[in-house]
């Protein structure tokens, strides 16, 4: 290996040039470098993105992609397995080192540890950085040493802790190899859909890419944080960062989000700004929890649950997903999602309660459908919050505590504004009866355009039986185990 073989920098879930330690190494080293990105599918351990993560993973490499080009070496695009796929750019181009960011997620780091231990032992220079928590994972434990269950001692021990590192700058130039080597086109990666294309509503919903990733980062700091303790809880208002994808894919590290809201704090704005990041604390909660429980999306963390007698019910199951249940602010979620990528985190819990509780439909459906349809899926966040809903996970809401969807629709959407936005059929009903249209008098639906069971269905259970019935299955469970 001479000092000019060139540097592999392996783009994953860090799609961005500022705050990659990745990249930086590789710029400072000196060596031409080789930027890759390596389309895993079909992979026996690596899940593959659902639809809606795929169409951003498009628009994201279209982006770095240019970035990357602008800087002075293009982005090359490989497709299949990684470990082969390295071996075989290292063997075209005489590459003499490997850099990408860690992955806490126990499958894909089984993986890279035997790429590590590969190319190490060939005498390459392999370095992996952690460039998408603040912390590693195993940074953060209890006085015992053990990793904590808990999110609030877990998050007083980051947050009294060591500031996490400063960001790192974008570098302005990057060194080309002499000769570039081949690259897969994007399109061949067929990650966008044809036939039918559904991704209007998040064409018209989302900008991917570094840049934008930096500009809602700062509209959200320099506005809507103000409102964020109260606002975080409205879905018909813009009042969350909505940074779920770009922090997902890497467009933006947690710890530019965590530099740019402290440096906020002056402002008067301490609260605010503390419960925003207590959010990205619990992002980094749930990549701990998937540390250490790799089967997080399909096995409860409380083994209780294996013996739940969950129900088997496709038609409540497609109603759901549809956003056809009758219940108004499930159904807006349920839309928004399909529409836009994207859901509300409060009504992320109140269509997951729904599904788990009034349906009595096992979480790992519900996991599933929003892992093909969110834009943010993400295994750690997905999984430990679907857990969290059915009460199987760490530090879980009961499953005793079964959301009211009617009270919750009048306590969080109190106007109707997201019903109104997500459910068109009912917008013209007064916001008196827009959560539960059923109870609307006659000449009240036929004033609003509204026949139920025709121009928008009945609901497909009865809440208060349906409570009961989630509850009986709890005491079942309780006396199997
Ligand atoms: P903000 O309120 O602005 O929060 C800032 C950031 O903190 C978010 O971008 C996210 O990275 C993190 N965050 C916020 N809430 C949580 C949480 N409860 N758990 C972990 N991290 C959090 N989030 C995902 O990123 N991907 C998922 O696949 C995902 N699936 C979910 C499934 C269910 C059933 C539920 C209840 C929640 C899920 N969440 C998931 C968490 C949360 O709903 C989203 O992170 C949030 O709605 C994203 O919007 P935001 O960026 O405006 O959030």
Redesign the pocket.
């Known amino acids: 290996m001479t000092s000019s073989s060139p540097a592999i920098v392996w783009f994953r879930k860090d799609l961005r040039l500022a705050d990659n330690p990745a990249l930086h190494r590789a710029v400072e080293s000196g060596a031409p470098v080789i930027p890759v990105f390596i389309l895993e599918d079909g992979s026996d351990t690596i899940r593959a993105p659902g639809g809606a993560g795929r169409w951003w993973l498009h628009h994201s490499l279209e982006r770095l992609g240019e970035a990357l080009g602008k800087a002075g070496a293009p982005l090359v695009l490989r497709r299949g397995d990684a470990a082969e796929a390295i071996a075989a750019l290292i063997d075209e181009t005489g590459a003499g080192s490997l850099y990408w960011s860690d992955s806490f997620d126990p499958a894909t780091k089984a993986r890279d540890d035997t790429i590590r231990a590969d190319l190490s032992g060939r005498g390459l220079t392999v370095e992996s950085f952690n460039a998408t928590l603040l912390f590693d994972p195993s940074a953060i434990r209890s006085k015992a040493g053990t990793p904590f269950k808990v999110f609030t001692p877990f998050w007083r021990t980051l947050s009294s802790g060591p500031e996490p590192e400063r960001p790192l700058p974008e570098p302005a130039k990057i060194k080309n190899v002499e000769k570039t080597p081949g690259s897969d086109a994007l399109s061949s990666f067929g990650l966008l859909p044809t036939r039918p294309d559904w991704a209007g509503g998040i064409r018209e919903s989302w900008v991917p890419g570094e840049a934008a990733a930096a500009e809602r980062l700062h509209d959200f700091l320099d506005e809507i944080v103000q409102d964020y303790r109260t606002g ?1 809880d409205r879905p018909g208002r813009d009042g ?5 994808p770009y ?2 894919w890497g467009e933006v590290s947690p710890r530019q989000v965590w530099h740019a809201a402290k440096m906020r704090m002056d402002a008067g704005l301490e609260p605010s700004i503390e419960a ?1 990041l207590r ?2 604390g ?2 980094e909660f ?1 990549h701990g929890l998937l540390q250490t429980h790799p089967d997080l999306a399909a096995e409860p963390m409380d083994q209780r649950f294996t013996k739940m007698p969950w129900r088997q019910d496709d038609e409540g199951l497609k109603a759901w997903q549809r956003g056809l249940t009758g219940f108004p602010i499930v159904d807006a979620g349920m839309r928004q999602l399909w529409q836009t990528g994207w859901m ?2 409060r009504v ?2 109140i269509t ?1 309660s729904f599904l788990v509780k009034d349906l009595l439909v096992r979480w790992q459906e ?1 996991e599933a459908w ?1 892992w093909d349809t ?1 834009v ?3 295994a750690a ?2 999984s ?3 857990q969290w ?1 059915a009460g199987c996970g760490a530090d879980p809401s009961p499953f005793f505590r079964v959301f009211n969807p009617v009270l919750q629709g009048e306590k969080f959407d109190p106007d109707g504004a997201y019903v109104s936005r997500y459910v068109p059929e009912l917008a013209k009903l007064p916001p008196k009866f827009i959560h539960h249209p059923w109870d609307a008098p006659k000449n009240v639906l036929a004033k609003a355009g509204v026949e139920l069971g025709k121009t928008y269905p009945h609901p497909i259970v009865d809440h208060a039986t349906a409570r009961d019935r989630a509850l009986e299955a709890l005491r079942t469970m309780r006396r199997q185990v």
Do not use: K
């Open positions: 975080r969350t960062s909505r940074l779920s922090l997902h925003f959010e990205i619990w992002r749930t509300h985190n992320r819990m997951g519900g929003f969110l943010d899926a993400d966040n997905n430990a919050n679907w809903i």
